[in-house]
């Protein structure tokens, strides 16, 4: 049994979530509170009524997510929205969540998880996000089809986009997960020509096009495990705590 504020402080100093300006709604940090002990750890990207259930149904007494219980704004506590959270307070379950400062985190976060899994060398940070710089460049020893397969394998999903020519060496590339791909001005204007996110973009996917960049989507869910997943793993080892990672995909 660990108590709930120190691990709520050793994840608030960890990520920098008093340092890292983000969206409203992320609301980074402790969202629910329980009654101050953990006994396991339950880890998922999103806070969906099913994720809850699923965390209580695991024994869970904190769920930490990437993309916290308020991330669709503030609604009026009744039908739907009243149910998930009257969930968390019946079975004592605390939520933690962390969006931007577990994105950018350069050893526990998305694009940290990304970047080492396909092997890249020479890594720094790239793409600027409102003022806090996000995503990660690095260099990939193979060719933009050895890219996609491994982004894919790495990912466990279909890896979508436009590919110029698979054969071409990959050489310097950007990786930045989730839904960033409008961020294709920022990777044209550096230089780059290979570009790794996660959703899907109808317009994204023409500019590509048009700009001769190589753009890869492996969804937005996907490329956004590897941070919660680095979280359990941390708690793990400081704490000795169980832990157990919510699987539910959204298709995207």
Known sequence: MTPLNDIVSLLDTT??????HDAPVALNGLQVENNGCVTKVALAVDGSQRTIDDAIAAGA???????????????????????????????????????????????????????????LT???????????????????????????????????????????????????IVVCSGGAGEEIYQVQEKGYTTYLTGEENHWVSNAARDMGINMLFA?????????VKSLGALLQE??????????NPTGM
């Open 122 to 172: 020479d890594i720094t940070p790239e793409i600027d996000y409102h003022g806090t710089t996000i995503g990660l460049a690095g260099s990939y020893h193979g060719t933009v089809g050895e890219l996609r397969d491994a982004y894919a394998a790495l990912t466990g999903t279909e890896v979508t986009g436009i590919v110029h020519n698979p054969a071409a060496p990959a050489g310097r």
């Open 61 to 119: 007494d904190l769920l930490i997510l990437h993309h916290g219980i308020f991330w669709s704004g503030l609604r009026p506590l009744t039908g739907w929205w009243k149910a998930k959270v009257e969930a968390a307070f019946k079975a004592n379950l605390a939520i933690y969540a962390a969006h931007l400062p577990l994105d950018l985190h350069p050893e526990l976060g998305n694009n940290a998880g990304i970047a080492h899994g396909l092997g």
């Open 219 to 227: 969804g937005h869910y996907a490329t956004e495990t590897f941070g």
């Open 238 to 247: 400081r704490f000795g705590l169980p832990t157990v990672f919510i699987d």
């Open 15 to 20: 990520l920098r979530i008093a340092e890292i």
